[in-house]
Nanobody, 115 residues
Framework: QVRLVESGGGLVQPGGSLKLSCAAS????????MGWYRQAPGKERELVAS???????SYADSVKGRFTISRDIVQNTIYLQANSLKPDDTAVYYC?????????WGQGTQVTVSS
């Protein structure tokens, strides 16, 4: 059974940082593509960052240079380091992975950027 559990969200001031974690079980993060998505109120869910099984990272233009996706193979966990946060980054952040031709999602973690 695949399970993805996000953590690390919270309230942060503009310009601040957060590190989101996604602990995976039933899926091996090092041999599949994993991603972070976000969904703001009234908006569609969008891809923020992804990392392939080869470790190739890609980012949405809106977060390039500010966010970094990484993974810990031993912990079977992926991370999203979010720096220089802006109010527009406010959203529920979801971890996602594909495993045996099915897509799996975590429950999400709320990130709120506000002064």
């Amino acid at each position: 059974q695949v399970r993805l559990v996000e953590s690390g969200g919270g309230l942060v001031q503009p310009g601040g940082s957060l590190k989101l974690s996604c602990a995976a079980s039933g899926i091996i993060v090092s041999i599949t593509t994993m991603g972070w998505y976000r969904q703001a109120p009234g908006k569609e869910r969008e891809l923020v960052a992804s990392i392939t099984h080869r470790g190739i990272q890609s980012y949405a233009d809106s977060v390039k240079g500010r966010f970094t996706i990484s993974r810990d193979i031993v912990q079977n966990t992926i991370y999203l380091q979010a720096n220089s946060l802006k109010p527009d980054d406010t959203a529920v952040y979801y971890c996602s992975g594909t495993w045996i031709r099915s897509d799996y999602w975590g429950q999400g973690t709320q990130v709120t950027v506000s002064s």
